[in-house]
């Protein structure tokens, strides 16, 4: 049960507050107050998209009523909003699905005027059990057995009109047991840059990175239906805190190909790289975020229309984003589907070491080149990039945190950027947790792989992420002891997750090579982010420090 410990952990830490605001939010706040969005009797300054249920205000409160046989209803704010701070007080029907939207658009460019965005989900049912996949899961890891309890995963995250969930609940038993049903809930809901982040009643529930949308509307959803019976809901104390355009970019440069396909039928997977010279391979895996060996490996090129991949009896065709895998008799229609990292966007927890919170680089340095432990003035080389983003620019050398640390808890976020990647996050500048790009890779090591030990490791699982998505790595360190003489009585311990995977279970360092073996060990040290003629990203870097009383 290991590769869930540190996001219990996580989880168990963020439980003790409501929020801890990185330095960016809260200097945002001082100079920001809080509006009301609805004024408790008037529906000024919002307008009817798409459906036809009704909404009204009764008592306070702007309520949602179901009509048969409509399509989705959404009552949208006419001003759009990019990074802000969203609260609102919901109650609502059983069996009636409904949502928040956020950061969302209509055009008659996409589907002649469809609400398409990001939605924050009202998951009421209570009385249907939960039996599709993937199966909700206890905090320890244990598989809910399907028919058992229903889905509740009110405060996910769901990209309406277009890739479906990006972050459900599946993982976060707390959040799931946070819903009131028949009651009065709060939602609150945190976008800033690339991040959104949601509470339900208090309760950390679901994070994103993600930019496809940097601003657009607030919407109230009201689900279709087909039950005659009229369902409502209710909402009412909605306020924000508006804090301004969000400049974040959507990625334009991502392969139309790569990525991870799913059959609905059979929950086959296939993860598709980019390969040199216009080829490609697939890796068949039977269940998503399964590792280890692959089923089949099809490989192929593309041509005008698309890609063709094969491997023995199996074959792949995907063109105009459909994706079809055949063996024999057996036809799979594929769907793009995205893996969503458990501690992704995780808030930092009372107490602790914020190191990057996207607004800039106070806590770093750069480093000497010959001289890892040792810096020669501010990391002023490295580019903070719209939405929140560090990027390791290639020329513009490693860097090193100002303050040293011994035990720690440390969590980062990293994306690859569809090319060639060498970089890595140093333990005490000493102990390299690589980062590389091994999505779809069959052979060498994987990324997260401890780079620089003297010591034979055993093999660890591929769990690497495309290119271009955000990817999570929770380190677990313990420094190395030493005796009243100076003498080293332990070594250094570790343990790795990497995108909720366990790579690493308390890994006793023996030593290392290399340049950083010269350093010989200590009590503490910084970290360092390598630049090694790549380019890479990072946001959300955190360390719960353990050596500080």
Request: hydrophobic residues 35%; contains cysteine.
């Amino acid at each position: 049960m290991m590769k869930h410990r540190l996001f219990t952990v996580i989880v168990d830490c963020i439980l003790a507050v409501l929020i801890q605001s990185t330095s960016q939010l809260a200097h945002a706040q001082a100079k920001t107050k809080w509006q009301n969005l609805f004024d408790g009797k008037t529906l000024d300054g919002w307008v009817q998209l798409n459906g036809t249920a009704t909404y009204e205000v009764k008592g306070g409160a702007i309520v949602g009523t179901t009509v048969l046989n409509s399509p989705n209803s959404f009552l949208c704010t006419k001003k759009s909003y990019g990074n802000f701070i969203l609260e609102i007080d919901f109650i609502v029907d059983e069996g009636l699905n409904s949502g928040i939207q956020i950061r969302s658009e209509s055009t008659k460019e996409y589907q002649n005027g469809r609400v398409h965005g990001y939605q924050v989900e009202i998951d009421p049912a209570q009385k249907e059990l939960y039996k599709a996949r993937p199966h909700n899961l206890h905090t320890d890891g244990r598989e809910i057995p399907e028919n058992t309890e229903p889905r509740r995963w009110t405060g996910g995250i769901y990209d309406e009109g277009r890739r479906g969930w990006l972050c459900d609940l599946t993982q976060n038993e707390p959040a799931r047991l946070a819903f009131k049903p028949g009651e009065w809930n709060h939602i609150r809901i945190e976008a800033m840059g690339d991040g959104i982040r949601t509470w339900v009643n208090g309760v950390f529930a679901a994070g994103i990175v993600d930019a496809m949308t940097p601003n657009g509307f607030i919407g109230l959803q009201v689900h279709a239906t087909k039950v005659a019976t009229p369902m409502h809901v209710y909402f009412r104390n909605i306020k924000i805190l508006d804090l301004g355009f969000n400049a974040a970019r959507p990625d334009s440069l991502i392969d139309p190909f790569m990525g991870d396909w799913q059959s609905s039928q059979s929950g086959l997977v296939i993860q598709v790289a980019k390969l040199t010279g216009g080829k490609y391979r697939g890796l068949l895996f039977p269940s998503l975020n399964t590792t280890g060996t692959p089923t089949a490996i099809l490989e192929g090129a593309s041509y005008d229309a698309g890609i063709i991949l094969k491997d023995g009896g199996w074959r792949g065709t995907i063109e105009d984003q459909r994706f079809t895998l055949k063996n024999g008799n057996q036809e799979y229609e594929m769907k793009r589907v995205l893996r969503h990292p458990p501690a992704l966007n995780t808030p930092p927890p009372s107490g602790a070491v914020v190191l990057f919170d996207g607004t800039n680089v106070d806590e770093w340095l750069s480093q000497k080149t010959k001289d890892w432990l040792n810096s020669d003035g501010p990391a002023t080389d490295w580019k903070i990039l719209p939405g929140g983003r560090l990027e390791a620019t290639v020329g513009a050398g490693s860097i090193i945190s100002k303050r040293l640390f011994g035990d720690y808890t440390l969590h980062a976020e990293f994306r690859l950027l569809g090319e060639v990647t060498n970089g890595g996050i140093y333990q005490m500048a000493r102990y390299e947790v690589n980062i590389k790009d091994s999505y779809g890779q069959i052979k060498g090591e994987p990324c997260c792989a401890m780079g620089n030990l003297t010591q034979e490791l055993e093999s660890i699982p591929n769990a690497s992420l495309p290119p271009f998505q955000w990817q999570t790595l929770e380190i677990e360190f313990r420094a190395p002891r030493f005796d009243a003489a100076g003498i080293k009585t332990e070594n250094a311990q570790l343990t790795t997750i990497f995108n909720g995977i366990t790579l690493y279970n308390t890994l006793s360092i023996e030593g290392v090579k290399g340049a950083a073996g010269r350093l010989g060990d200590a009590p503490k040290g910084p970290f360092m982010l390598q630049e090694h003629e790549t380019a890479y990203q990072f946001r959300n870097i955190w360390v719960g420090d353990k050596s500080v009383p």
